[in-house]
Nanobody
Framework: QVQLVESGGGLVQPGGSLRLSCAAS????????MYWYRQAPGKERELVARISIGGGSTHYVDSVKGRFTISRDNTKNTLYLQMNSLKPDDTAVYYC????????WGQGTQVTVSS
C-alpha cells in the first residue's frame, strides 16, 4: 500500500534540464524527511540531496550544488528534484527515499545525459 513512484527521467543533452517527481502514498508524507539518491553503472548508491519535513532546510552533495534544487509540496504528497546544467556524470538511476517512523524507497527513474 505504501508507494513512492518516481517520474520525469529520460534522455537529455549536456547542459539541459529535467525535473524529477516522486509521488508518495500510503503513509504520512509530511512527517518524513525526504532524500534523492542516485546510482550510476558500476558505482555505489550516492546521496544527492536532502530536504527537511517542512522544506525549510536542504543539503546537497558538492557535485550538484548550484545546479540541482530539491523541493517538496506537502499538500500534494510530492517530492521534486529540479536538475539544471546536466552533465554526463549525472547519468544514473535516481531514487526517492523517505525516512521517519519507517523507511521507504521508490523504484527509481533513469536519467541519461548524452549528446
Amino acid at each position: 500500500q505504501v508507494q513512492l513512484v518516481e517520474s520525469g527521467g529520460g534522455l537529455v543533452q549536456p547542459g539541459g534540464s529535467l525535473r524529477l517527481s516522486c509521488a508518495a502514498s500510503g503513509f504520512t508524507f509530511s512527517t518524513y524527511v525526504m532524500y534523492w539518491y542516485r546510482q550510476a553503472p558500476g558505482k555505489e548508491r550516492e546521496l544527492v540531496a536532502r530536504i527537511s519535513i517542512g522544506g525549510g532546510s536542504t543539503h546537497y552533495v558538492d557535485s550538484v550544488k548550484g545546479r540541482f534544487t530539491i523541493s517538496r509540496d506537502n499538500t500534494k504528497n510530492t517530492l521534486y528534484l529540479q536538475m539544471n546544467s546536466l552533465k554526463p556524470d549525472d547519468t544514473a538511476v535516481y531514487y526517492c527515499n523517505a525516512r521517519g517512523s519507517y523507511e521507504y524507497w521508490g523504484q527509481g527513474t533513469q536519467v541519461t545525459v548524452s549528446s
